[in-house]
């Protein structure tokens, strides 16, 4: 059985030794970029557990695949971020803010094409099954960031509709990530379906928890400045259920705080401490972690469907914790 720990040591070692096209090198410089200022990897690292629970061994059959979720994941990001006006990933410049935007479009375009690339490497017997599950995952992820992008312009924006957001823009890819590692292994359908189901709801459950975090993470452990969501007017979940709860009253409360200056360090910081005011007074905090425990349990529930023998379940069990940890 593959164990968790070499799971980590193969990942390592599938990014270390990634390679792209060398020229020009204007071209393929941001795609090493990406890959070098690292990140979760938690698709490939779900594909590969898949994977795991079907077979005794990783060959290139599965590691290449694996490495094209990291890879379309990250072309993704470069895209998010001009979209977004960010300026920096991962405590670095983005892509387009450390060459320009033309180049992070062009850059981005030949990184999604690469990711095709090397998911054509799946075995040829599941290929078209590989392929078709990638690409309808890929229009879901930019169905998901189109409404993104059209929540900015609504002050409300209801619950169902959020979900659906984070489910398309978030959830699909983590869920592909689980479905794709078991076709590859060669699972039942069906076994490959709840995997699905699973990756699909701690996908939810991971966002919902990187939302909670974006507030309320102790800023040394995030990473990274908490409230970046409340500066840049996200339409987050903690927002969200505070419009939902909110009186007429409280809800021009929020509609205010939107509309505060963040010019100075001084400004940003009141407009943090407005809205978690107003998330206090409706305690959607203490809601969203419970949401984010709803959602790990239902994704627990079809590990449990699966009838693994208890050690390879533990490989699921073990790959959520980590997901979601940060918030219990």
């Given at each position: 059985?593959?164990?968790?720990?070499?799971?980590?040591?193969t990942l390592k070692e599938m990014f270390s030794n990634l390679t792209f096209t060398a020229e020009p090198a204007g071209l393929y410089d941001p795609l090493?970029?990406?890959?070098?200022?690292?990140?979760?990897?938690?698709?490939?690292?779900?594909?590969?557990?898949?994977?795991?629970?079907?077979?005794?061994?990783?060959?290139?059959?599965?590691?290449?695949?694996?490495?094209?979720?990291?890879?379309?994941?990250?072309?993704?990001?470069?895209?998010?971020?001009?979209?977004?006006?960010?300026?920096?990933?991962?405590?670095?410049?983005?892509?387009?803010?450390?060459?320009?935007?033309?180049?992070?479009?062009?850059?981005?375009?030949?990184?999604?094409?690469?990711?095709?690339?090397?998911?054509?490497?799946?075995?040829?017997?599941?290929?078209?099954?590989?392929?078709?599950?990638?690409?309808?995952?890929?229009?879901?992820?930019?169905?998901?960031?189109?409404?993104?992008?059209?929540?900015?312009?609504?002050?409300?924006?209801?619950?169902?509709?959020?979900?659906?957001?984070?489910?398309?823009?978030?959830?699909?890819?983590?869920?592909?990530?689980?479905?794709?590692?078991?076709?590859?292994?060669?699972?039942?359908?069906?076994?490959?379906?709840?995997?699905?189901?699973?990756?699909?709801?701690?996908?939810?459950?991971?966002?919902?928890?990187?939302?909670?975090?974006?507030?309320?993470?102790?800023?040394?452990?995030?990473?990274?400045?908490?409230?970046?969501?409340?500066?840049?007017?996200?339409?987050?979940?903690?927002?969200?259920?505070?419009?939902?709860k909110a009186s007429e009253q409280v809800r021009e409360q929020l509609i205010s705080a939107m509309a505060l200056p963040i010019e100075t360090e001084e400004?940003?910081?009141?407009?943090?401490?407005?809205?978690?005011?107003?998330?206090?007074?409706?305690?959607?905090?203490?809601?969203?972690?419970?949401?984010?425990?709803?959602?790990?349990?239902?994704?627990?529930?079809?590990?449990?469907?699966?009838?693994?023998?208890p050690e390879k379940a533990a490989l699921l069990e073990n790959y959520a914790k980590k997901l979601i940890g940060r918030t219990k």
């Open positions: 059985m593959i164990q968790e720990k070499h799971i980590e040591t090493r970029y990406m890959i070098q200022i690292g990140g979760k990897r938690i698709r490939p690292c779900l594909c590969l557990t898949a994977y795991a629970l079907y077979r005794d061994e990783f060959c290139e059959e599965i590691l290449t695949p694996a490495a094209a979720l990291e890879v379309f994941h990250s072309f993704t990001l470069i895209h998010d971020d001009i979209m977004d006006k960010a300026d920096v990933r991962r405590g670095v410049p983005t892509v387009y803010r450390k060459w320009d935007e033309n180049t992070a479009i062009l850059s981005g375009d030949v990184m999604s094409i690469e990711s095709y690339r090397m998911l054509a490497k799946a075995p040829a017997d599941v290929l078209p099954q590989a392929l078709g599950l990638f690409s309808k995952t890929a229009a879901e992820v930019c169905e998901g960031q189109q409404y993104d992008m059209d929540f900015e312009d609504m002050d409300f924006v209801p619950m169902e509709d959020y979900m659906k957001m984070i489910g398309l823009k978030t959830a699909v890819l983590i869920a592909c990530s689980a479905k794709m590692g078991a076709i590859i292994a060669g699972a039942p359908e069906a076994s490959a379906d709840l995997l699905y189901r699973f990756g699909y709801d701690l996908g939810l459950a991971f966002q919902v928890a990187d939302d909670w975090l974006d507030t309320y993470a102790d800023p040394e452990v995030f990473g990274k400045a908490i409230g970046g969501d409340i500066l840049n007017n996200k339409k987050n979940w903690l927002t969200t259920r505070a419009f939902e400004q940003k910081e009141a407009k943090i401490a407005a809205f978690k005011a107003v998330y206090a007074s409706l305690e959607v905090g203490e809601e969203a972690k419970q949401e984010i425990i709803r959602l790990h349990a239902q994704a627990m529930s079809y590990i449990a469907e699966l009838g693994l023998a």
